[in-house]
């Protein structure tokens, strides 16, 4: 059966160069992004600051004004971006012993409580010395706190957003490809059996194929299925982890639980990645593809229809 193609060293290093030339295009649009965020964020943490942290330093604990601000994702990520380091919802949900459900805010005062003091007894000390020192704030300390709170959720939000839309956009285009040849796309499902998948010529978004989830999961017309992981890297030390450690670890598994002649683990790469990093997996068994050549992925997807008695490639 054919194989996915085989990058020597200098073509790895190659390609390598020319996705880490394209991420450096991408990222000159960030700070716009990063300016969006900033300026949506400044009046809540504005209105965080000046309003609501008073009333939440009182001792009698505002349950209406934490279910206010629980019930907005905007003021509740303010809320949660006062400590040092900012608090996750969940890591607030467990410190807390709470669901954060704004109902329960308004009529249980020791689940309010737990709330507030999960934030304020680690409140950023840096940010907001006022409060530490029991005194009023000094001119510009508030104005301070507020452009130095903003800067931490705008810079965490645009690292969210470059991972999940980066990401997003390149399982988008593999499928654009996998359409533009015909490929019919399923609703994702569980595949612990290789009769459970898609037929040959379909595919389907996010399953679980065997014990371990696929970004992607092709049937291609000789009947092996091509499990596709999508990754997108922004640093060589980061690669590690998408590459050698997530990738090629479920190409692992789905080998150990199908073996070769039935999965061509395979992984879609943009951004930076280390060139040994890519041999060392290229080595374990993960074919690789590029996202600014995926041209490459659907020459090998061709080569797997059954061949004509003319020996032209068969649909």
């Not at 400590?83 to 109902?103: C, F, G, V, Y």
């Not at 689940?111 to 680690?122: I, K, P, S």
């Not at 041999?279 to 993960?286: P, R, S, T, W």
């Amino acid at each position: 059966m054919p194989e996915p193609r085989r990058w020597s060293s200098a073509q790895l290093e190659t390609l390598a160069n020319e996705a880490v030339k394209l991420f450096r295009t991408e990222r000159v649009g960030e700070p716009r992004i990063y300016s969006a965020f900033f300026e949506a964020f400044a009046p809540v943490f504005r209105d965080m600051i000046e309003n609501a942290l008073p009333a939440l330093l009182k001792k009698d604990v505002d349950r209406e004004l934490l279910a206010k601000i629980v019930s907005s994702d905007e003021a509740r990520t303010a809320f949660r971006y006062l400590a040092a380091p900012p608090i996750s919802d969940d890591d607030l949900k467990t410190l807390a012993s709470t669901s954060l459900s704004a109902a329960a805010l308004r009529t249980d005062a020791a689940q309010a409580e737990r709330v507030r003091d999960a934030v304020l007894n680690v409140i950023d000390p840096h940010r907001f010395p006022w409060i530490g020192d029991n005194r009023n704030p000094r001119d510009g300390e508030k104005n301070t706190a507020i452009i130095a709170s903003a800067v931490l959720v705008a810079t965490q939000k645009v690292s969210t957003s470059r991972r999940s839309s980066a990401k997003r956009q390149q399982e988008e285009a593999v499928k654009t490809t996998l359409k533009k040849m015909h490929f019919r796309e399923v609703p994702p499902r569980n595949i612990p059996l290789l009769e459970d998948g898609p037929r040959p010529g379909e595919f389907c978004g996010e399953s679980k194929l065997g014990d371990t989830r696929a970004d992607l999961v092709v049937r291609l017309a000789d009947r092996r299925y091509l499990a596709i992981e999508c990754k997108v890297s922004n640093s060589a030390v980061n690669s590690f982890k998408r590459l050698n450690h997530e990738a090629l670890g479920k190409a692992r598994r789905w080998l150990e639980q199908f073996g070769r002649r039935a999965v061509v683990p395979a992984a879609v790469l943009s951004g930076v990645f280390n060139k040994n990093n890519l041999e060392a997996v290229q080595d374990g068994g993960l074919a690789l593809f590029w996202g600014h050549r995926l041209g490459d992925l659907e020459t090998f997807i061709a080569t797997c229809r059954p061949k004509t008695p003319q020996g032209q490639s068969g649909r």
